[in-house]
């Protein structure tokens, strides 16, 4: 190895090692919200796409969990920024962490892949840009992917909490 490929390789590690310590920074959160809350639930710590990624899952079929997604995820987003901050507070850095709960995120991470695909066959189809309702920076995201993985490209357009994604012509 070169003096180049021994460097980043350092690095990788280093951020492995760092989004690690995110993640078990914003599980010890957790876990304290979890008790304080008197809820049941396990946490998995995992590192995708470079960032941290921690789910909060339960055994039982409990509706106690969807108490802390909310509608339509609300309270799963604020709990995720709330999990940011804590793990500011202790590294000094900022977090891209991501929150899952009850596989809430995960599912919808499915159902917008799907729409997203959809959106690119409308577009493919009629050759006329496609503009989706507003939607959350994690869900633009997904649709983003979705969008790509079909060979066209998109944009995301207006203001938040009102900001959307176009589906555009090859």
């Known amino acids: 190895m070169t003096e180049g490929t021994i460097s980043a390789a350092t690095e990788g590690g280093d951020t492995l090692t760092r989004l ?60 995720q920024e709330l999990t940011r901050l804590a793990v500011h507070r202790e590294t000094g850095d900022r977090s891209r962490l991501m929150l899952d709960i009850a596989g809430f995120r995960a599912n919808k991470r499915t159902e917008l892949a799907e729409l997203g695909a959809k959106a690119a066959d409308e577009v493919k189809s009629t050759g006329q840009p496609v503009k989706m309702k ?37």
């Open 20 to 79: 690690e310590q995110e993640g078990e920074i914003a599980a010890d959160y957790l876990e304290g919200l979890l008790d304080i809350a008197d809820l049941d639930g396990d946490i998995d710590m995992d590192v995708e796409a470079d960032r941290a990624a921690v789910s909060i899952i339960s055994d039982t079929a409990s509706r106690d969990l969807q108490k802390l997604v909310g509608r339509d995820g609300e309270v799963l987003e604020a709990l």
């Open 134 to 170: 507003p939607m959350t920076p994690f869900e633009r995201k997904v649709v983003h992917d979705a969008v790509a993985a079909a060979g066209l490209r998109s944009e995301s357009e207006g203001e938040e909490p009102q900001r959307f994604v176009v589906v555009l012509p090859a």
